[in-house]
């Protein structure tokens, strides 16, 4: 199973994205600083992958062995000062790596449950990095069963012979193994279902190019790479069945912050009758957060639109304007698969009621 990275002698490793499929690099990560560099650069994307990687970030945030408290010039909340700079380390440390990327709801929810955790680890006298590194590799597995929860979910609602579009990469690579929509398009192939996947290039960065179309490759599940302004067209034509994405976010009212171009996809997809689905852990909510127009949207490098490996490909005097994601209201979106169940509209009841423990379809 591809996984993005891996923990081994007191390092992360990371398998650079960037370079693929070209070139499968593993970089080594010993400190925060490094995750948070790594996040912030593209090595690692997808918002369950940046989530884990914070989650071992907190850890290297930390020496492996932390000197025990002695009992002596204890500070407010009981704490060692020694464990209290540990901490301060911490929240030094979450801040770096919540800064990263700030649309993705995984990577604050990884930070402030290390954080959490390491609160009441510290309150205890014990040792914040094993602590901190045994939990970060137990939600690294918890994410994986909860892909392939989902992905089992997911291939529920498809049938042999659809051809289904996905947008971006939301597979084992934005992960920690599986995938989300990918994960479904994986879990309905094991099943035995004759699919078809067509993934859109996905402009600036080419992660459907580079990224989707070679997980893809690798297990053997047909692939057809199309140009992101031809999905409409297809759909026009009555070539594709469904159309399943990962999310980055996703409000309490079901509106869906993803990778840019993904609201147009939804859009033709409801003209067209087509189902528009959503795969997403639980992780990935934002139930504090009422509607999507309160997600905060990253804007990147322009250069990652101007430039091509180095090399400008547009006049000097233009400029570019380069939003990572999008928003994709509720309205028009058909399913939310969770590794919980199904959730369906109105989302602002059936989320609440998966998050809370309700019936697998909602």
């Avoid at 010993?30 to 090595?43: K, L, N, P």
């Amino acid at each position: 199973m591809i996984s993005p990275l891996y923990w081994d002698d007191g390092a992360l490793y990371m398998l650079d994205q960037r370079l693929l499929p070209a070139d499968e690099v593993w970089l080594k990560m010993e400190s925060a600083e490094d995750v948070a560099r790594a996040i912030r650069d593209m090595v690692i994307r997808g918002a369950p992958a940046i989530g884990l990687a914070a989650a071992y970030g907190m850890a290297l945030a930390l020496p492996e062995r932390v000197v025990e408290p002695d009992g002596e010039d204890e500070v407010r909340g009981g704490l060692d000062a020694r464990e209290q700079e540990n901490m301060n380390h911490l929240f030094e440390a979450a801040r770096r790596l919540e800064g990263a990327r700030p649309t993705a709801a995984n990577l604050s929810w990884a930070v402030r449950r290390q954080l959490e955790f390491a609160s009441d680890i510290a309150a205890e006298g014990g040792d914040l990095h094993k602590a901190l590194l045994e939990r970060a590799q137990q939600m690294h597995r918890e994410d994986v069963e909860a892909n392939r929860a989902i992905g089992g979910l997911g291939a529920g609602l498809l049938r042999d012979g659809d051809r289904v579009l996905t947008h971006c990469n939301a597979g084992a690579l934005a992960t920690g193994g599986h995938g989300t929509a990918l994960g479904v398009f994986r879990s309905a192939f094991e099943s035995g279902l004759n699919i078809a996947v067509y993934a859109t290039e996905t402009r600036p960065y080419l992660q459907g190019a580079r990224l989707t179309a070679w997980e893809l490759v690798r297990d053997g599940i047909p692939v057809r790479l199309i140009v992101d302004s031809a999905a409409a067209f297809l759909m026009a034509r009555g070539e594709i069945d469904a159309v399943i994405t990962g999310a980055d976010r996703i409000a309490a009212n079901g509106d869906v912050a993803n990778k840019i171009g993904t609201y147009p996809l939804a859009l033709a997809a409801r003209e067209h009758g087509i189902p528009f689905y959503v795969a997403a852990p639980m992780s990935t909510l934002d139930l504090e957060l009422p509607e999507g127009r309160g997600i905060e949207i990253e804007v990147r490098s322009g250069e990652e639109i101007t430039h091509f490996r180095g090399s400008r490909m547009v006049p000097e005097m233009a400029e570019a304007v380069n939003h990572a994601f999008d928003i994709t209201p509720h309205e028009i979106v058909s399913a939310i698969i969770t590794e919980k169940g199904i959730a369906r509209p109105p989302f602002a009841e059936s989320l609440t009621h998966l998050f809370e423990g309700g019936a697998e379809d909602a």
